[in-house]
């Protein structure tokens, strides 16, 4: 087992992941028959987490 460009060729064949019809991210996993990324599949609402940060509008303004 090798890392690098060599070990790349196995990336070929069986997908896991599609592009998820919800968030369209490549996080729908075929299997598994849900997103990893918006919890499609899985739960009606959207995967979200308060832990998440880079969401915008979220940040807290200094009044002065
Ligand atoms: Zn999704």
Same mark, same amino acid.
Request: proline share 5%.
């Given at each position: 087992m090798t890392k690098g460009t060599p070990s790349q060729?196995? %990336?070929?064949? &069986? &997908?896991?992941f599609i592009r998820c /019809?919800? !968030?369209?991210?490549?996080?729908?996993?075929? /299997? %598994?028959?849900? !997103?990893?990324? !918006?919890g499609f599949g899985k739960?009606? /609402?959207? /995967? %979200?987490?308060?832990?998440? %940060? &880079?969401? &915008?509008?979220?940040y807290t303004t200094k009044l002065r």
């Amino acid at each position: 087992m090798t890392k690098g460009t060599p070990s790349q060729g196995k %990336k070929s064949g &069986k &997908k896991n992941f599609i592009r998820c /019809r919800r !968030c369209g991210k490549p996080a729908y996993h075929v /299997r %598994k028959k849900k !997103c990893s990324a !918006c919890g499609f599949g899985k739960t009606p /609402r959207m /995967r %979200k987490y308060s832990w998440q %940060k &880079k969401t &915008k509008k979220t940040y807290t303004t200094k009044l002065r």
